[in-house]
């Protein structure tokens, strides 16, 4: 009966790497795409925290809360296990276009380890506080912020695309968004003053909660655009920048030269 009905094998550590193959260090092409698909994962992790943090947000679902702090644990060993691994890569000989794509790496898996922090250390934390104080958003609040969340996680799948696919047109388009996001949010802020003045309570009760979790939201769009800056550099439409940071310094015109730093 063993031999047939064999004990299951116990599932895998999620924090523990799949792709990033040590004997692949000696073909920097081939650990190159092994960091770039662990990155990926790490990615597609942060994209269920950010799903599900709303959805605790809304519900006062207080487990689901616990469940996305934990997976943040997840989403740090990932990100040092990446870097680590980036960096004994980089001890041997790479050329020019290997160093910066694992420069790249690097950035993106720091920037979606920051995202993760803000999920956990931000949005959860605001879960659980409104789910202490048996709060409740407005129903033209809650709209608000399901909308504005819904055009974060659009912006994170594109970034994921960008990332692996270095596709110039989509990097436009999340800067395009980055401004259109402030627009955003300002609206949001001026819709949600409004309610204050016409006294609705549960906006009264909730005003804090309301802009905390708009803040945080535009905070984690920042680090999702920091993947488009060096495929947007290396097409010659944006000035040098160092990948890690969120913003670009100055933009050229397309086929202009990028300025000088």
Same mark, same amino acid.
């Given at each position: 009966?063993?031999?047939?009905?064999?004990?299951?094998?116990?599932?895998?550590?999620?924090?523990?790497?799949?792709?990033?193959?040590?004997? /692949? +260090?000696? %073909?920097?092409?081939? $650990? !190159? @795409?092994?960091?770039?698909?662990?990155?990926?994962?790490?990615? #597609?992790?942060?994209?269920?925290?950010?799903?599900?943090?709303?959805? /605790? +947000?809304? %519900?006062?679902?207080? $487990? !689901? @809360?616990?469940?996305?702090?934990?997976?943040?644990?997840?989403? #740090?060993?990932?990100?040092?296990?990446?870097?680590?691994?980036?960096?004994? +890569?980089?001890?041997?000989?790479?050329?020019?276009?290997?160093?910066?794509?694992?420069?790249?790496?690097?950035?993106?898996?720091?920037?979606?380890?920051?995202?993760?922090?803000?999920?956990?250390?931000?949005?959860?934390?605001?879960?659980?506080?409104?789910?202490?104080?048996?709060?409740?958003?407005?129903?033209?609040?809650?709209?608000?912020?399901?909308?504005?969340?819904?055009?974060?996680?659009?912006?994170?799948?594109?970034?994921?695309?960008?990332?692996?696919?270095?596709?110039?047109?989509?990097?436009?388009?999340?800067?395009?968004?980055?401004?259109?996001?402030?627009?955003?949010?300002?609206?949001?802020?001026?819709?949600?003053?409004?309610?204050?003045?016409?006294?609705?309570?549960?906006?009264?009760?909730?005003?804090?909660?309301?802009?905390?979790?708009?803040?945080?939201?535009?905070?984690?769009?920042?680090?999702?655009?920091?993947?488009?800056?060096?495929?947007?550099?290396?097409?010659?439409?944006?000035?040098?920048?160092?990948?890690?940071?969120?913003?670009?310094?100055?933009?050229?015109?397309?086929?202009?030269?990028?300025?000088?730093?």
């Amino acid at each position: 009966m063993e031999k047939i009905f064999p004990d299951r094998k116990k599932s895998a550590d999620p924090a523990a790497p799949r792709y990033l193959d040590e004997s /692949a +260090l000696e %073909t920097p092409s081939l $650990a !190159l @795409a092994d960091a770039g698909r662990e990155t990926l994962r790490m990615g #597609d992790i942060v994209e269920v925290m950010l799903r599900q943090v709303m959805t /605790a +947000l809304m %519900t006062n679902d207080r $487990a !689901l @809360a616990s469940e996305v702090s934990r997976m943040d644990n997840t989403v #740090d060993k990932l990100d040092e296990a990446i870097k680590l691994y980036v960096i004994k +890569l980089t001890r041997g000989s790479l050329d020019e276009q290997e160093g910066a794509r694992a420069m790249e790496i690097v950035s993106f898996a720091i920037n979606l380890e920051h995202i993760g922090d803000i999920i956990d250390k931000n949005l959860c934390e605001l879960a659980v506080k409104k789910i202490k104080r048996k709060l409740q958003f407005s129903a033209q609040g809650a709209e608000e912020l399901r909308a504005f969340h819904k055009r974060i996680v659009e912006s994170l799948c594109i970034a994921l695309s960008v990332f692996m696919s270095r596709n110039v047109s989509e990097a436009r388009k999340l800067i395009a968004e980055k401004t259109e996001l402030r627009n955003a949010e300002l609206a949001a802020a001026e819709r949600h003053f409004e309610r204050l003045r016409e006294g609705q309570p549960e906006t009264q009760e909730t005003t804090s909660l309301h802009l905390d979790v708009l803040r945080d939201l535009k905070r984690i769009h920042s680090h999702i655009c920091s993947v488009a800056y060096p495929v947007l550099e290396a097409a010659g439409e944006i000035a040098a920048v160092d990948v890690g940071a969120s913003d670009p310094i100055t933009l050229a015109a397309p086929g202009a030269k990028p300025a000088v730093q």
